[in-house]
């Protein structure tokens, strides 16, 4: 089982260039979540969806853009990266309901010099 | 304003002992807690959650977890720890509410160190 795949799992980028990191789940969850992680600041909520069509910002949105147009595929755009932006990003997803959990995919480490 | 919290931020456990890893929240309402384990280099693992009844609720790879309304607690527990518990430990809570819309919330991590 594939569950939440996220493409590319590492990245270096220079200040001012445009990325988009992938994330597709084949579970057919309705929600969707885009988290990064920083040492020692556990994980901060970017963005996230409840349903293809409907997104909305989390705890940290700036810098970040995310669209979603299917149940599967939930794309996180970083545009102008700054320094600030060099993170671990995780997507997971969740069926929906409170009391479901959320399933993660392996992260993509993001470096920017 | 809802937060987790992880108070310690690694636990040094020798193998067979019993280990403790403690988590604190505060958040309106009762919340749904859930705790996650991530591997170096890896994703967020789900252990266990509490939704509601029994206090104690068994999870994955034999660990444990005590919910406590009272002292607003939600500490991970194993009888007897492994050197492969080794890991990164998250704490995560999801609070009720008509706003609320499945986020979780979670706490900074703890790394837990079982040594042989």
């Known amino acids: 089982n594939a569950g939440v795949t996220q493409t590319p799992k590492f990245r270096i980028l220079k200040i001012g260039q445009s990325m988009t990191l992938q994330c597709t789940q084949d579970?057919?969850?309705?929600?969707m979540y885009w988290y990064r992680q920083d040492p020692g600041m556990g994980l901060k909520l970017i963005y996230y969806s409840v349903g293809a069509g409907i997104t909305d910002k989390g705890e940290v949105p700036n810098g970040y853009n995310v669209s979603r147009s299917t149940t599967e595929d939930f794309p996180l755009r970083l545009e102008l990266a700054a320094p600030s932006q060099t993170s671990v990003y995780f997507c997971?997803?969740?069926?929906?309901?409170?009391?479901?959990?959320?399933?993660f995919g392996q992260g993509t480490r993001l470096t920017v010099v | 304003a809802q937060s987790v919290a992880q108070p310690e931020d690694q636990v040094n456990v020798a193998e067979g002992n019993p280990l403790t890893v403690k988590c604190t929240y505060s958040v309106s309402g009762n919340p749904y807690l859930f705790w996650y384990v991530q591997y170096p280099n890896r994703g967020l693992q789900f252990l266990l959650k509490?939704?509601?009844?029994?206090?104690l609720v068994k999870g994955s790879y034999g660990f444990e977890a005590e919910f406590n309304k009272s002292q607003t607690s939600f500490h991970l527990k194993k009888p007897s720890a492994l050197v492969s518990d080794s890991a990164l430990y998250f704490c995560?809570?999801?609070?009720?509410?008509?706003?609320?819309?499945?986020?979780?919330?979670f706490g900074q991590g703890t790394t837990l160190q079982v040594k042989p």
């Open positions: 995560a809570v999801r609070p009720h509410g008509s706003s609320n819309t499945g986020k979780l919330i």
């Open positions: 997971a997803s969740s069926y929906g309901g409170l009391n479901t959990e959320a399933f």
């Open positions: 579970m057919n969850h309705n929600y």
């Open positions: 509490y939704i509601t009844g029994d206090n």
